[in-house]
DNA sequence: TTGTAAGCGTTATCAC
DNA sequence: GTGATAACGCTTACAA
């Protein structure tokens, strides 16, 4: 009979069992033990409802089976997708996963560090803006979308060649003037990338493109003053708009219906992220996918990683152009 | 010194300060220390830059600081808010967040329990499917949106009144021929009240109202399929239909222009949820919409409270009717 | 007030 | 293979 209102312990299986206490933890480590013990140990852990615990265990062997995840926040819906897809590989490893929000504010993203490696837990994965994060050398440590030193393992998508997939797209689309709108973060990330690549294909197919490039603070007007200002005669000076986002290109074609230029017919526009409506329903635009699945099946792989002696720096991941709405293929 | 890969300890601690260990437990503890050596052990952790091991204090304490909160998935728009609104709200109480996702399989939610049963959590949060959910005395469980037992406490949105407000905000809008629409899960949960507050509604406003009620395995197809029996010379039999969610008001209104029938003019459609483009950008529908950051928070209330004898059983939060393109007003 | 020592529930190292 | 026993790092009486 176990004590009331508290678990029962290792303890407690072995005097049920008749057995010793070692031979119970072997039990529960896998650990080769006489049959006859094995079922005696079995069964009277079933009759008490003996779990191990965790902390108990963590204790000793200074491993959590618990990783944490940083994130600016759990709204947008790329970080929440990739807060189900690291978790559910965690899972799939047996590991549980700690959700740490920051609310991209670099003090708080400090916090959220600092947090969960006070947490004991056996690696991190962050997704921050914080350019001066200090990160313990002792708990592993994997970046998305931010590099920060080769000793920091950074996984994020094929930004440069998705920046490059938008132009050549849209110029095989028949695309001739191309426009290239940005909003984001002041701080250098991966997804700069984005911008890089599509001015390296226009370069080398030859093309001109103009190019807006604004910071979150900033926010969307000044992309509605600028089309305004090359608009002549209800036809815009552009016939394909590469944004650097989904949801700059969805506030883009709202401001360009509002103007009464057409999409696609007049202007084709393609966007960068691969959002879909309610999560699971129609894209919002034409777009370069992020392969989100797969991001988060590489961090969680390099994180857990035994060999941690030679890590990749940085790895990007495959995306893919995918047509729905505001282009004309 | 620190041992090299390992991290200080309050021995360590308590050596480099030249006090007793005690003393450093004390300092961390917040109990009164005479003022010399709390800034003597104070400069000692610094210096060695000491954090104390959340497990050996959990151990001792049987308190981790960390609540799980178990959800189907975090692609779904609520899901993800919710999320983000219980981690904030744990965190700001000095609590961490454990993430279990169930993909609202009943044999993994039940896994999801028992994992973090196993893990020691001081309480659990669950949007669980499985109505057989076996959940341990011995840690605090709060539910959200389906009502369990009186023993479990359940956080919800008062989705009776909010049906109820979808009906009259349809007849003072001028609708007279009203529709329900619901797609869902087939287990019983507090969201099927939405559909029990329109027919009260209805009933009390002595009007007639057509209902098609679904599972989400039936998918979206018999909803067009009845929309287009009711369909006579390009106008459809009714004027205002409520939906269960804002998805489903979503295919409704893509359904209607799809028929050739005008949204708002011929028919108003109210969704329910609140759920916003990108997160955070546009409606998509006019809406009942839920206080999520306060479902969030009192979930969490319930789960901190100290004193478990007279804990509620159900709590509703106000929900409120939000007009976005849908409807006339 | 400060120091000492006994556990918390495991794991791991031994003799047996 | 099995069964005592010493840690793991911390909290908390209790003794000084």
Redesign the interface.
């Known amino acids: 009979m176990k004590r009331k209102?508290s678990?029962p312990t290792m303890k407690d299986v072995a005097r049920e069992a008749g057995v010793a206490l070692g031979t119970v933890s072997k039990v529960f480590n896998g650990i080769p033990v006489g049959e006859e013990y094995k079922r005696k140990v079995e069964d009277a852990a079933k009759l008490l409802g003996y779990?191990?615990?965790?902390?108990?265990r963590?204790?000793k062997t200074n491993k959590?089976l618990?990783a944490a995840l940083i994130l600016p926040?759990?709204?947008?819906?790329f970080f929440?997708?990739l807060?189900?897809e690291v978790?559910?590989t965690l899972?799939r490893r047996g590991y549980?996963?700690?959700?740490?929000?920051s609310d991209a504010d670099p003090d708080a993203e400090q916090q959220c560090v600092?947090?969960?490696?006070?947490?004991?837990v056996d690696g991190i994965i962050g997704l921050t803006y914080n350019p001066a994060l200090e990160i313990s050398e002792?708990v592993p440590y994997v970046s998305i979308d931010r590099y920060f030193s080769p000793a920091v393992p950074c996984v994020a998508s094929d930004n440069f060649g998705g920046g490059q997939m938008a132009a050549r797209k849209l110029l095989e689309l028949g695309c001739e003037r191309l426009l290239f709108f940005r909003i984001g973060s002041d701080v250098p990330g991966e997804a700069d990338k984005r911008g890089d690549g599509f001015q390296a294909a226009c370069l080398q197919a030859g093309v001109e493109y103009e190019a807006l490039r604004l910071r979150d603070e900033d926010g969307y007007a000044p992309f509605l003053a600028f089309l305004r200002e090359h608009l002549r005669e209800g036809r815009l000076d552009f016939d394909g708009i590469f944004c650097n986002t989904?949801?700059l290109a969805?506030?883009v074609a709202r401001m360009l219906a509002e103007l009464g230029v057409r999409v696609p017919e007049d202007v084709q526009i393609i966007g960068f992220d691969g959002?879909r409506?309610?999560?699971?329903?129609a894209l919002?635009c034409s777009t370069i996918s992020q392969p989100v699945g797969q991001i988060a099946e590489t961090a969680v792989d390099i994180l857990l990683q035994e060999d941690r002696t030679h890590l990749p720096s940085l790895i990007c991941l495959p995306v893919s152009y995918v047509s729905d709405g505001t282009t004309k293929g």
């Open positions: 209102g678990s779990q191990v615990n965790t902390y108990a963590a204790l959590t618990t926040n759990t709204t947008d819906p929440s997708l807060a189900g978790c559910k899972a549980r996963m700690l959700l740490a929000l600092r947090m969960v490696e006070q947490n004991k002792s989904d949801k969805y506030h959002i409506r309610f999560g699971s329903e919002y």
